[in-house]
């Protein structure tokens, strides 16, 4: 009998020899006839601790190899996303700076006068 082979992405790498990949798949709703994703998460032997978080990746079923592992990584198909990331020293968040002013500007007349009853009745 031939052994499954599954494609998914590597969730996790933090067990020694061990990947934890999602496999997604798409299937019609029985109702609603939508299109929806289903996901399932596999625990699968790597040996040589060689794939990382984010990686495309394909396993294979296996004899059990302890409580959970019954997968074995086969290949590599796609590479991690690396995400770029800018750090400005001195700069604060500049997107809520520009948000902040106008939040103020916005403000209508009726809010302006239900704050400023809240500010007498405080005072009184």
Do not use: F
Request: aromatic share 4%.
């Amino acid at each position: 009998m031939p052994k499954r082979v599954l494609t998914g992405t590597v969730v996790s790498d933090k067990g020694d020899k061990t990947v934890v990949v999602r496999v997604e798949r798409r299937v019609k709703h029985p109702l609603y006839g939508k299109i929806i994703k289903l996901s399932k998460k596999y625990h699968a032997h790597d040996e040589a601790n060689a794939y990382k978080s984010g990686e495309q990746v394909r396993i294979e079923e296996c004899a059990p190899i302890s409580k959970l592992k019954t997968w074995t990584v086969l290949d590599r198909i796609g590479a991690a996303k690396a995400a770029a990331v800018e750090i400005v020293e001195g700069a604060s968040n500049p997107v809520e700076e520009e948000k902040a002013p106008a939040k103020a500007k916005a403000e209508k007349p009726a809010a302006k006068a239900k704050k400023a009853k809240a500010d007498a009745d405080a005072d009184a």
